[in-house]
């Protein structure tokens, strides 16, 4: 009896202190394991470059400076993006050209958009981000930490009034889905994202997304996980990437 007590006294130390670190698993560090697990800091120090539709984009980040390209065919004419740490340039046919502050300040927002989803959850220990964690969700039969994710004016970006919301697997901390709000020129809305074709190319985790939207903007952001669950929301595209080619750099 006395070795029973201490095995069930050893026991209970242990389940306090699991409930302990459960408890004490924060926004932030859930999004640290989260991008750990996608490949962590190699991501600071790489070339990655992927087609996405009809155009094909370079990221280069290196020592905190970073080059975002993105290059396409628009009609006769060769178009290239270069979005740095200082400032966003466009070249037709190999020729700079100036560009009002208006397109300047889309095509800014169109080329890091790209490369922002691309690397995801990549970014999301910027200074400018600002994580809350909701609780818990179940979706489709597996458990999810829920976070919030919003922006600072400063560093945040055109768009930092936007939202997000990521389900982040509570065993693998794989972000499996993501949700956002918009307000945009051509309107406002939401949408919901489920990860898919995970894969990992040189140590770097790359995923589609399928891209959902709801059928007359009538559910809140923070309601779009359970209304997948519930089969309630519409597909409207699908995200992939192709021909990804990772090169790290500093090795």
């Known amino acids: 009896m006395k070795y029973l007590y201490l ?10 202190k699991e409930e302990k670190q459960v408890v004490n698993l924060t926004a932030d560090k859930i999004i640290s394991k989260s991008i750990e697990k996608a490949g962590g800091k190699a991501f600071d120090n790489s070339v990655i470059r992927f087609d996405f539709r009809d155009k094909f984009y370079v990221a280069r980040r290196d020592k905190g400076q970073f080059s975002l390209i993105r290059m396409f065919k628009d009609g006769n004419d060769s178009v290239f993006d270069l979005l740095t740490n200082s400032n966003f340039e466009r070249f037709i046919n190999n020729s700079r050209v100036i560009l009002e502050d208006s397109l300047k300040a889309k095509f800014t927002a169109s080329v890091n958009s790209v490369h922002y989803f691309s690397v995801l959850p990549y970014g999301l220990n910027a200074a400018a981000v600002n994580k809350t964690l909701l609780g818990e969700e179940q979706i489709k039969e597996k458990n999810y930490y829920k976070i919030k994710v919003t922006f600072n004016p400063e560093g945040g970006g055109e768009d930092y009034e936007d939202i997000f919301v990521y389900w982040v697997d509570k065993e693998g901390f794989n972000v499996d889905y993501l949700a956002y709000s918009y307000n945009e020129d051509d309107g406002v ?6 990860a898919n ?9 790359f995923v589609d997304y399928n891209n959902y939207k709801t059928e007359h903007n009538e559910l809140e952001l923070f309601d779009l996980g359970k209304a997948f669950e519930e089969n309630k929301l519409k597909l409207l595209s699908k995200i992939e990437l192709k021909n990804i080619e990772v090169e790290l750099l500093n090795q």
């Open 7 to 16: 095995v069930l006294f050893g026991l209970m130390l242990f389940n306090c």
């Open 189 to 194: 809305g939401t949408r919901f994202r489920k």
């Open 197 to 205: 074709n995970e894969r990992y190319v040189n140590g770097l985790r």
